[in-house]
């Protein structure tokens, strides 16, 4: 059951006196959380990372000129309703926009949760029919929104569909909710992404706290079913911008064997400034946990340049190049020399 408004009053998350700045707050961006998420929060903790990730803040109200309600120019790249395609070879499918939680830093924040925001038989006919009509993609990423939060039926007749275009030969599932309402990861669900195509899961977690063991379950029954699973964080100043709540997190994901994918910048999504730090801080941070963790537990830090530009890695760059040749650090900040073919005549 979702918690929305008052509820937050109730469920003592939000003090009474602060019901009219959540309502201004949900004025103008989607509000909800599930009760798995709503049990994890302290609310004595004024510092809680799951209550800073979920529950509405006034800082939300502030917004700076740089900010946009389309940070990553979803529309500039989505030729038909359901459909973006930023990059040649993939395309994102969007057969909901609706989600289980509203992460205060989403960056599609301005789209999701309205109301009718899915996708009729119309009009996935149509972006199947964008799909199928350009051999060059090769992969599908199925996101929104939620895309689990569709029933079983529903995500297995989106999986038979892309199955069935010859040249689509991945299909990705991007998902809060096996970490945010792990009981909708039912043995239904999990039949339902069966394909001799290949299928991931790309689960969203930014502090272990959100690994519960009703997290750990529903991801194991996907991982157990032979379909891989990666996850995404999102770099978030007050929540998980610490190498030690890093390192924790990305070894807890891996020793699930979900494999850490992206480190997020986040975007410049309206009211979101508060948790956005330094680029420089987010490259620091990579390479204390390089220097820290295996390299399973590395996920790769990008941003996604304003404007639809598209994605690209920002992590700190370990070579350099001077008269003598090239210089490598190691993970200690060390230097090294690393020589030019014509060095070893």
């Known amino acids: 059951m979702a918690i929305r408004d008052r509820d937050f009053v109730e469920a003592n998350l939000v003090a009474s006196e602060r019901l009219g700045e959540l309502r201004r707050v949900a004025e103008q961006f989607q509000v909800a959380l599930t009760e798995e998420v709503a049990a994890l929060i302290d609310p004595a903790d004024a ?20 900010e946009q309600a389309d ?12 459909i973006v395609h930023r990059y040649p070879d993939r395309v994102l499918l969007k057969p909901s926009l609706v989600c289980p939680v509203y992460c205060r830093f989403c960056f599609r924040r301005e789209q999701i949760g309205a109301r ?5 038989s119309a009009a996935l006919a149509r972006a199947y029919g964008y799909i199928r009509e350009r051999p060059e993609i090769w992969e599908i990423v199925v996101t929104g929104g939620d895309p689990f939060l569709l029933t079983p039926r529903r995500v297995a007749s989106v999986v038979a569909a892309l199955t069935a275009i010859e040249h689509v030969q991945v299909i990705r599932f991007h998902t809060r909710v096996p970490i945010v309402d792990p009981k ?9 992404l ?11 977690a930014n502090h272990p706290r959100e690994l519960t063991a009703a997290a750990k379950a529903a991801i194991g029954k996907i991982v157990r079913a ?6 995404q964080s999102v770099l978030l100043r007050g929540v998980n911008d610490d190498a030690a709540v890093l390192e924790q997190l990305f070894r807890a994901l891996v020793a699930m064997r979900v494999k850490p994918y992206y480190l ?39 941003l996604d340049i304003p404007g639809g530009h598209g994605k690209v890695p920002i992590g700190p760059c370990w070579l350099h190049r001077d008269a003598a040749g090239w210089r ?18």
């Open 47 to 66: 510092n809680d990372p799951i209550a800073a990730q979920f529950v509405p803040s006034v800082a939300e109200l502030r917004t700076s000129p740089e």
């Open 71 to 82: 940070p990553i120019g979803d529309e500039r790249w989505s030729p038909l309703p359901g």
């Open 116 to 120: 009718g925001k899915v996708l009729g």
């Open 264 to 302: 997020h910048h986040p975007d410049l999504a309206r009211g979101t400034g508060h948790f956005r730090g330094d680029i420089a801080e987010g490259q620091a941070l990579m390479r204390e946990l390089r220097r820290r963790a295996s390299g399973l537990c590395q996920p790769t830090y990008v």
């Open 328 to 345: 490598v650090e190691d993970r200690d900040g060390l230097s090294h020399r690393y020589p030019r073919p014509d060095d070893t005549e």
């Open 184 to 192: 909708r990861v039912t043995a239904a669900l999990v039949d339902a």
């Open 194 to 204: 069966d394909t001799e195509k290949a299928v991931y899961v790309v689960v969203h």
């Open 226 to 231: 032979g379909v891989p699973v990666l996850s």
